[in-house]
């Protein structure tokens, strides 16, 4: 028996006891690895959910779901940037902002749904007035089906800044290749805890997720905010010492960085014992990615809005 046989029969037995190891979830975590985002997205809402912890073999899955969840947002600033979008693809929820006018009263805390082009403002006014240190803004106008600005209102959305820096980079990137802005569909609400003015202030309202255009432009990605809540949760599924170093090679590479996933990878290694947190918090200081000690104190804060945003609000497709 020669060597080559021995080791492809070693190589045979290694890869069936990973899969008895993995039980039901085998076929799961092959399908965490596609490249097809809904099906990715589909595996880990139910490994997320799942009673059982995942085991060691599952590491390499989850940081292929990870780094792909962070390279969707990312790749949308250079994604065929010199070919502007021919066609819409509508889901039917989407609503037309006179209606909103109309009767704002209505819609008050609210999920709504816009389709359209959105481009960098700085029309910080009404409620958000001096919300620039905490918010982006961006001008939303309306699309017909092939991608022609419609006629009709308009509205200013405010996003979140500690998650959504890179939707605001791919945004900018886009305008500074002569685009009018960049497609997406969003989720947003007209915050009560904002708006006091119904009739003067009801186009200016708070983004809790967004879509980008899927690969192919002819449907969308997972939602933004949704995915990165599910990288958390898989995280946490797995056994710490595997978890903790997943987060910080992804934190580390800065693939994640300005999206959402890096406020969930954050907040997954900051809930670790104390003794874990301050020999993490130091290997992040050494980036100088960003300022640990600013995010500890803000930590929170943060995770408490991107959790209302998913959670509190339920999942935008939630009706």
Same mark, same amino acid.
């Given at each position: 028996?020669?060597?080559?046989?021995?080791?492809?029969?070693?190589?045979?037995?290694?890869?069936?006891?990973?899969?008895?190891?993995?039980?039901?979830?085998?076929?799961?975590?092959?399908?965490?690895?596609?490249?097809?985002?809904?099906?990715?997205?589909?595996?880990?809402?139910?490994?997320?959910?799942?009673?059982?912890?995942?085991?060691?073999?599952?590491?390499?899955?989850?940081?292929?779901?990870?780094?792909?969840?962070?390279?969707?947002?990312?790749?949308?600033?250079?994604?065929?940037?010199?070919? #502007?979008?021919?066609?819409?693809?509508?889901?039917?929820?989407?609503?037309?902002?006179?209606?909103?006018?109309?009767?704002?009263?209505?819609?008050?805390?609210?999920?709504?749904?816009?389709?359209?082009?959105?481009?960098?403002?700085?029309?910080?006014?009404?409620?958000?007035?001096?919300?620039?240190?905490?918010?982006?803004?961006?001008?939303?106008?309306p699309l017909t089906k092939d991608a022609q600005a419609k006629?009709?209102?308009?509205?200013?959305?405010?996003?979140?800044?500690?998650?959504?820096?890179?939707?605001?980079?791919?945004?900018?990137?886009?305008?500074?290749?002569?685009?009018?802005?960049?497609?997406?569909?969003?989720?947003?609400?007209?915050?009560?805890?904002?708006?006091?003015?119904?009739?003067?202030?009801?186009?200016?309202?708070?983004?809790?997720?967004?879509?980008?255009?899927?690969?192919?432009?002819?449907?969308?990605?997972?939602?933004?905010?949704?995915?990165?809540?599910?990288?958390?949760?898989?995280?946490?599924?797995?056994?710490?010492?595997?978890?903790?170093?997943?987060?910080?090679?992804?934190?580390?590479?800065?693939?994640?960085?300005?999206t959402p996933v890096h406020v969930a990878l954050m907040d997954?290694?900051?809930?670790? #014992?104390?003794?874990?947190?301050?020999?993490?918090?130091k290997k992040i200081r050494q980036t100088g990615s960003q300022?640990?000690?600013?995010?500890?104190?803000?930590?929170?804060?943060?995770?408490?809005?991107?959790?209302?945003?998913?959670?509190?609000?339920?999942?935008?497709?939630?009706?």
């Amino acid at each position: 028996m020669n060597g080559s046989f021995i080791n492809l029969t070693l190589c045979a037995a290694t890869i069936l006891v990973a899969h008895a190891a993995l039980g039901a979830d085998a076929e799961l975590l092959t399908q965490l690895e596609s490249k097809d985002s809904a099906v990715s997205l589909a595996a880990a809402q139910k490994l997320a959910t799942s009673k059982t912890k995942l085991p060691k073999a599952a590491v390499q899955p989850v940081v292929s779901f990870i780094r792909q969840s962070a390279k969707e947002t990312s790749d949308q600033r250079v994604h065929k940037v010199n070919e #502007p979008a021919s066609s819409v693809p509508f889901v039917g929820d989407e609503m037309n902002l006179i209606r909103l006018k109309t009767e704002p009263q209505d819609y008050l805390d609210k999920k709504i749904f816009l389709c359209g082009m959105v481009s960098i403002s700085t029309a910080f006014v009404g409620p958000y007035r001096g919300a620039d240190k905490t918010h982006y803004a961006f001008s939303f106008t309306p699309l017909t089906k092939d991608a022609q600005a419609k006629r009709g209102e308009g509205c200013i959305i405010y996003a979140t800044r500690q998650f959504c820096g890179e939707l605001a980079e791919a945004i900018t990137y886009r305008q500074e290749h002569d685009f009018d802005g960049m497609i997406v569909r969003a989720c947003v609400s007209m915050l009560s805890s904002r708006i006091k003015n119904l009739s003067g202030d009801w186009n200016q309202l708070e983004l809790l997720d967004w879509q980008f255009f899927s690969a192919d432009r002819k449907e969308w990605a997972p939602w933004s905010i949704e995915r990165a809540l599910l990288t958390r949760q898989l995280l946490r599924q797995l056994p710490s010492d595997s978890g903790q170093p997943i987060a910080m090679i992804v934190l580390q590479g800065g693939e994640a960085s300005g999206t959402p996933v890096h406020v969930a990878l954050m907040d997954y290694l900051l809930s670790l #014992p104390r003794g874990s947190r301050q020999a993490i918090a130091k290997k992040i200081r050494q980036t100088g990615s960003q300022s640990i000690d600013d995010w500890m104190e803000r930590r929170s804060q943060i995770i408490a809005t991107m959790l209302d945003v998913r959670t509190s609000r339920g999942s935008p497709d939630d009706n």
